[in-house]
């Protein structure tokens, strides 16, 4: 059987397999913002220009009544292929992954709203230049690091509420990265 293309879908032994495809800011603005230094954003010199500014890259969201805070999340790599089980939401805020270990991770996630089933999945393969901003209430799978334990800057909110939900998917979907 041919490998499936990035983003495909296959069906292997029954259960559906989904390929990862390429993190872009067009592909990934329906959930939030691509934080990466590239020339298709605002970047401007500063400090005498010794330093370049790419310029407000993501929509930090706190909510009302909420802080913004920064953590860092050292994750450990998860096997592949990986089943996605389960998905989760900030319903009160944003939450923004930066990788800081130098390796590429898996971004998950299907639009804000009613409760995904398998079939709304996105799979993303983030490069280690690439952060992600889930904007508030975006369905995303917890964090996916790949290849070894990764420490990933994480800005998120602080404060009052309720501000994760879970969600059992209808079935489960493997996901692998792209060959
Ligand atoms: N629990 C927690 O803060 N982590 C998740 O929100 C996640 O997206 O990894
Ligand atoms: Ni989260």
Known sequence: MNAPAPGAAAVLSGTRTIVAEALTPEAFAPFGD????????????INGGNTERYHDLADVDAGPGGRVIISIFRGQPRAMPFPIEMMER??????????????????????????????DLRVFLA?????VNYARGVWHHPLL?????????????AGDGHNCDEVELDHTVLIAPPR
Do not use: C, K, T
């Open 90 to 119: 900030h319903p009160l805020g944003s939450q923004a992954f930066v990788p800081m270990s130098g390796r590429p991770y898996l971004v998950v996630v299907a639009p804000a709203g009613d409760a995904p089933s398998g079939g």
């Open 127 to 131: 490069r280690a230049d690439q952060g």
């Open 34 to 45: 691509v934080i990466e230094a590239s020339d298709a954003v605002r970047h401007f010199p």
């Open 145 to 157: 690091a790949l290849d070894g334990v990764s420490d990933f800057l994480v800005v998120d909110r």
